[in-house]
C-alpha cells in the first residue's frame, strides 16, 4: 500500500500550489516534488492507468508522480480528466483523457497512459527570443487546455463546441493552435479593477 506524504517529508517542505480535476487532486511542493490522489482511471494522475497492469484506478492516499521527478515543475493545472505539469523551463507535460484532444497530442488515443511531453508551441516567424516561446503559464477547463507564452500569445486545444477555444469552425482541436486574437499581443493582464 503507498504512502501518504509524512510530516517533514523532503526536509520539512510543504505545499506550494494545488489543482483540482472533477475527481482527482495534484499537490506540488516546495521540493519539488508532485502528489496525486482521487480518480485514475485513464492515467489523469501520471501515474499510468488504463492497461497498465500495475495501475491503481482510484487512489485513496496521497501518491509520489514518479514521472515528474527531476523535472522541476512549477505550475499544476487539471481539467475534468487530464492534468497539465509545467516545468520551470517552460515544458509542458499532458496525461489523462485526450478524447477532445485537450492533451494536445492529436488523437493519439482517447486514453493517455502516462505524462507525456507536449510538442512546442506552434512558431511565429517573428519570434526572435526563445523566451518568447517559453510557456510561462497553463491552465485547463473540463475538456481543454491553454498555455500562455512568454510573448503574451495565447496556444489552446480541446474541446470547442461554445467557443472556449477562442478559434472559430471547429468542434475540438487536437494539436496547440495560436489563438489569432492575442498573437504577440504584449500587454497587462488583467485582474478585476
Known sequence: SEKSPERGHCG?????????????????????????????????????GGDDKEQRTEVAEPIKVESMCGRRISLLACGACHSLFLSSSGIVWASGANSRGQLGLSFLSPRELSARQLPPPPQRDKREEEEEARVTFIACGSHHSVLLLGDSSLCCCGDN?????????????????????????????????
Open 12 to 48: 520539512g517542505s510543504v505545499g506550494r500550489m494545488v489543482a483540482c480535476g472533477q475527481s482527482h487532486t495534484l499537490l506540488l511542493l516546495w521540493c519539488d516534488e508532485v502528489f496525486g490522489w482521487g480518480d485514475n482511471s485513464i492515467g489523469q494522475l501520471g501515474v499510468g
Open 161 to 193: 463546441s461554445r467557443g472556449q477555444l477562442g478559434i472559430p469552425a471547429v468542434s475540438c482541436e487536437d494539436k496547440l493552435r495560436t489563438v489569432e486574437m492575442w498573437k504577440g499581443r504584449r500587454g497587462g493582464g488583467g485582474g478585476g479593477g
